[in-house]
């Protein structure tokens, strides 16, 4: 049994990332550091959502705000190598408030339930029809 209940666990926590990630790429359609975009067959190529604050936080995991999109070539390698400039540089975009305010949460810890990610994932789906 409880196997099973990580196994759907695992599951949706996997559908939930994919959710997130189509909502920031929706929301953002190109990359936020220097605009590069590339669509193919109405979906966007070549940039990828990332989490300002890492996704081992599950606090903002799934928040939409935690997320920005950057082009998978340069931006996304550069985010990852230099995350002080990367640091600076989103405070720039989202504001100190903001940043503050996931911070916050991100550094919550958050145990969610398979019912909790479930309802996440509904309302995800929601935001995306």
Request: proline residues 2%; aromatic residues 8%; hydrophobic residues 30%.
């Amino acid at each position: 049994m409880n196997n099973r209940r990580n196994t759907a666990r695992s599951r949706l926590e996997k559908q939930l990332d994919d959710l997130w990630s189509q909502m920031v790429k929706r929301r953002d359609t190109s990359c936020r550091r220097c605009n590069y975009i590339h669509r193919c067959n109405e979906r966007i190529i070549g940039v990828e959502a990332h989490h300002i604050y890492g996704r081992a936080n599950r606090g903002t995991r799934w928040d939409v705000r935690n997320g920005i999109t950057l082009c998978e070539s340069t931006c996304h390698p550069w985010a990852e190598r230099h995350p002080a400039e990367f640091e600076a540089w989103i405070i720039d975009r989202i504001g100190q408030s903001l940043y503050d305010e996931l911070g916050a949460q991100a550094r919550k810890v958050t145990k969610h339930t398979v019912d909790d990610l479930q309802e996440m994932k509904n309302n995800l789906r929601f935001f995306l029809t």
